[in-house]
């Protein structure tokens, strides 16, 4: 007995019921179900969080206001990407701004202090082997070691009758073997620091020349305190104000003066001395940088220390890279123009000066008079270009206020006099007191930081987006969302479609074009397909027409 066709099936004619039964055309039905890009955009601005447009689209608005929200929407879309655009300037512009403020602390490393007689040479040190060979250095003789007139003259009425006597030559003959050493030369012609220092105290306990190192400068044989290079441990302060720093009475000697014949860099006309506080991580660069302190006065120092930050390019232009040196490890600006002038004496004069490091070959007093001072004066004052440093990125320098008192008093000039086994009037031309101490346990910082970052930059667009459209970064991934949507309709989908095997007509089923013809029933008739939704489908009565079997 034939078992009528269920609703689940349409009859394909003979021998296929069942092969239509097992292979439905699903890939058909699911693209045909695919909503369309235009579909996916429709609901993508009916969902949207993006202000006004829904009200752009929507069929219940009329033209003018359609056309106002469109105007309305394209301005607020206008400003903000004007505005963004704004800020993504100024992020490009790199802006820094410079905060300072305090910090207090518990203690303090007290700074290094250098110090240098303003008299390189001491007239009782010199012998008659120095002035034949540093003679015309020091514009005495000229380079044929005769004396000239214009310094005996000078001498005669200074009542330098010691220095006369060693410019007499007629007689004398320098050793063939002797070489003149200057670095040996100004260690010993230069003012001792045994003989200068007269006291000494730090935080109120005593300190001696051992606490002292030696370094040479531009000013000849100078000394630093509490250096860090003399094996002992860095000095603290616990306390600001007088008698919690250094204390220093010095006598500059002023009877060793060399009388002054000429202008010459080693000729002085101030009586004094130079001093330069540094941190220990810099050389003195104390021609250029320190201040004068002169006798017959009590001068008193008071100090900041200030730590600077500053940012690199393009924030800023100060120097993050290490220097570049054989002399220095640690990059500073003082250790950098030392460098840059050693490296212009040694190319230009084949020698370097006693101050500068290295081990090459130091001028003789001969190469200081022709080349290496010239060379060296117009470096410093005219060739601006030649050694131009960077500010380094991070760097301490102290802030200075000066005050001074006279020394000694008309009550006290007696006793010190008396003390020291001194007249009176050479207390008042010799005598100095310096004190150098902290105004206050703290140190100011002056950082410079990043005015405007990434950040800024999100948190302004972000605040602009809100303000014009009402968008938000979920917004933004709606957006990505949508055009993943219709990238993957368009793009993947015309793939898809291209890579799927299409059928051959010919493997249609086929339907008679009389359904009652002979073969077939009536009962066996074709049914329009119904879909899922119930609604049915159009079959056509073409002779090969494909059919899509759906089961309900």
């Not at 020091?138 to 006597?165: A, C, F, W």
Request: hydrophobic residues 35%; aromatic residues 12%.
């Amino acid at each position: 007995m034939a078992e009528a066709p269920t609703s689940e099936s349409v009859a394909l004619g003979p021998h296929r019921q069942n092969d239509a039964q097992e292979t439905p055309l699903k890939d058909t039905e699911s693209s045909s179900l695919k909503p369309t890009w235009k579909e996916i955009t429709v609901g993508f601005i009916m969902r949207t969080k993006i202000h006004g447009l829904k009200f752009v689209f929507s069929a219940d608005k009329s033209k003018p206001q359609r056309f106002i929200w469109i105007m309305a929407f394209f301005v607020c879309v206008s400003l903000l990407c004007t505005w963004s655009w704004n800020r993504i300037l100024y992020l490009m512009s790199y802006p820094a701004i410079t905060k300072i403020y305090m910090v207090w602390a518990h203690n303090m490393s007290f700074p290094a202090v250098t110090f240098c007689n303003k008299n390189v040479f001491r007239v009782s040190t010199l012998t008659k082997d120095d002035l034949y060979h540093s003679g015309y250095w020091m514009d005495l003789l000229y380079p044929n070691h005769t004396v000239m007139e214009r310094s005996l003259s000078i001498l005669k009425d200074s009542h330098k009758q010691g220095l006369l006597s060693l410019l007499d030559f007629n007689n004398y003959s320098p050793h063939p073997d002797y070489r003149i050493n200057t670095t040996e030369m100004m260690g010993r012609l230069g003012h001792q620091l045994e003989d200068m220092l007269l006291e000494c105290r730090f935080r109120g306990e005593t300190c001696t020349s051992k606490n002292f190192t030696a370094i040479y400068t531009r000013y000849g044989k100078c000394y630093t305190f509490n250096s860090g290079l003399d094996g002992n441990p860095l000095l603290t302060t616990l306390k600001g104000g007088t008698g919690n720093g250094l204390e220093i009475m010095l006598d500059i000697q002023q009877d060793e003066y060399l009388p002054v014949w000429g202008e010459t860099d080693e000729t002085s006309y101030e009586a004094g001395i130079k001093v330069q506080i540094h941190s220990q991580d810099e050389p003195p660069f104390i021609d250029q940088l320190g201040f004068g302190v002169a006798p017959g006065f009590q001068t008193f120092v008071s100090c900041q220390q200030q730590l600077l930050q500053y940012l690199p390019p393009p924030w800023g232009d100060c120097k993050s890279t290490p220097i570049d040196s054989e002399y220095f490890s640690t990059y500073s600006i003082t250790a950098c123009r030392i460098d840059c002038e050693t490296r212009y004496l040694l190319e230009n004069c084949n020698c370097r000066m006693v101050h500068m490091p290295g081990t090459s070959t130091v001028c003789t007093p001969e190469q200081y008079k022709d080349c290496a001072d010239p060379a060296l004066d117009f470096l410093v004052e005219k060739d601006n270009d030649y050694c131009v440093c960077q500010t380094p990125c991070n760097m301490t320098r102290y802030g200075k206020e000066l005050s001074m008192v006279k020394i000694p008093s008309k009550a006290s000039a007696k006793y010190l006099a008396k003390k020291f086994n001194k007249t009176e009037q050479y207390i008042g031309e010799n005598i100095l007191v310096l004190d150098i101490f902290f105004e206050a346990l703290n140190y100011e910082k002056i950082e410079q930081k990043k005015a405007y970052e990434i950040a800024g930059l999100l948190g302004d667009i972000g605040g602009q987006m809100g303000l014009f459209i009402g968008a938000s970064v979920l917004t933004i991934l709606e957006i990505f969302d949508y055009l993943y949507e219709v990238f993957k309709d368009k793009v993947l989908g015309y793939f898809i479609r291209k890579k799927r095997p299409q059928r051959c007509q010919s493997d249609n089923l086929e339907f008679p074009e009389n359904p009652t013809s002979p073969g077939v029933t009536p009962n066996h008739a074709p049914r329009a397909p119904v879909t899922p939704s119930g609604v049915t489908r159009t079959v056509s009565d073409s002779r090969r027409t494909c059919y899509l079997v759906t089961r309900l």
